[in-house]
């Protein structure tokens, strides 16, 4: 691994660059997808179209998507904003679907008795229905993010993709050992960005966590 070492602050910054161009974009779709999954999940007719819609919106290839984007926007080819704005369009097409299974998955008591004790709509969605959601979308969260770790990769094509480039110019320039280490960068940032939303999920799910004397409970 030569080339790392002795290109150490190249490899940090296009690193840097790819999290930037993979998480934005799973960030954005979280805030699209979960009030617009909250939204349709009791409009069965709107739920089926928006489902059909997000599978068609993701069957498009992603080197077409990054080329046409910059013509709907107004961007340069080379704009990092087009890689951002066409993975947010995949994310929201993938998460829409973990929102609506991690609504469908919620306990129906559990929003029932919410109901009974007064809880309004707006309260219910956020502090009920929202948390109890997290396991089912942190998981396609993660999932999201990962695919996204590996689309930016496409980029490169056009000029802005991150740990891309190493596979581009290492093959231009029959450079193996450049593009192992974009394959190692790459697969160590999609654990790395998994591990985190792993982890920020556990963090937000307190509930879900036996503390250590019912284990000991459960065990005896």
């Keep these: 691994m030569n080339w790392a070492i002795d290109n150490v602050e190249q490899l940090l910054g296009i690193v840097a660059q790819h999290a930037v161009l993979a998480v934005a974009p799973t960030a954005i779709g979280l805030a699209l997808a979960i009030p617009l999954g909250m ?3 009791r409009t069965r007719t709107a739920r089926a179209v928006a489902v059909v819609a997000s599978g068609i ?5 992603s080197l077409a998507l990054f080329v046409v984007i910059p013509s709907l926007i107004g961007t340069r080819i080379l704009d990092p904003v087009n890689v951002v704005v066409a993975l947010s369009l995949y994310s929201v097409a993938l ?9 469908d998955a919620i306990d129906p008591a559990v929003l029932d008795a919410a109901e009974a004790i007064g809880t309004s709509r ?3 969605a956020l502090g009920t229905e929202l948390p ?3 396991p089912v979308l942190a998981a396609g969260a ?3 993010a990962v695919t996204n770790v590996s689309l930016v990769s496409v980029g490169a094509v056009i000029g802005v993709g991150g740990l891309g480039q190493l596979f581009t110019a290492g093959f ?3 450079a193996p050992e450049q593009i192992a280490v974009g394959i190692l960068a790459t697969l160590a940032l999609a654990f790395l960005i998994d591990r985190a939303l792993g982890i920020s999920a556990r963090a937000l799910t307190p509930w879900l966590r036996v503390p250590p004397v019912q284990e000991a409970e459960r065990a005896g």
Excluded: D, G, K, Y
């Design 39 to 41: 939204i349709l999940h």
């Design 57 to 61: 919106v993701f069957t498009v290839p």
């Design 95 to 103: 998460l829409l679907r973990s929102v609506l299974e991690a609504l």
């Design 122 to 124: 707006t309260r219910r």
């Design 132 to 134: 109890l959601a997290i």
């Design 142 to 144: 993660r999932v999201v």
């Design 172 to 174: 231009q320039r029959n």
